[in-house]
Nanobody
């Protein structure tokens, strides 16, 4: 049973920073891609950033230059470092892992950006 557990969400002021963590059961290298998605109230879930098993990363245009995805191989954990947070970054952030035709989701962690 694959489990993804997110943590690190919080209330933060605009311009602040947060680091989200996604703990993956088993080896993260068994997944072709591990990604962060987010879903704001009334909006569709959208891709934020991803990292492949080979270490290639990509991010949505809206967060490029502010958010960075990385991983700790020994701890089977993927991180999302979020800097210069804006009100519009408020959402539930979900971890997603994919391999072959399977996709797994965590339960999400709430990020609220507000003064």
């Amino acid at each position: 049973q694959v489990q993804l557990v997110e943590s690190g969400g919080d209330l933060v002021q605009p311009g602040g920073s947060l680091r989200l963590s996604c703990a993956v059961s088993g080896s993260i290298f068994s997944f072709a891609v591990v990604a962060w998605y987010r879903q704001a109230p009334g909006k569709q879930r959208e891709l934020v950033a991803l990292i492949t098993a080979g270490g290639i990363t990509n991010a949505a245009e809206s967060v490029k230059g502010r958010f960075t995805i990385s991983r700790d191989n020994a701890k089977n954990t993927v991180f999302l470092q979020m800097n210069s947070l804006k009100d519009e970054d408020t959402a539930v952030y979900y971890c997603n892992a994919r391999r072959n035709l399977e996709a797994y989701w965590g339960r999400g962690t709430q990020v609220t950006v507000s003064s």
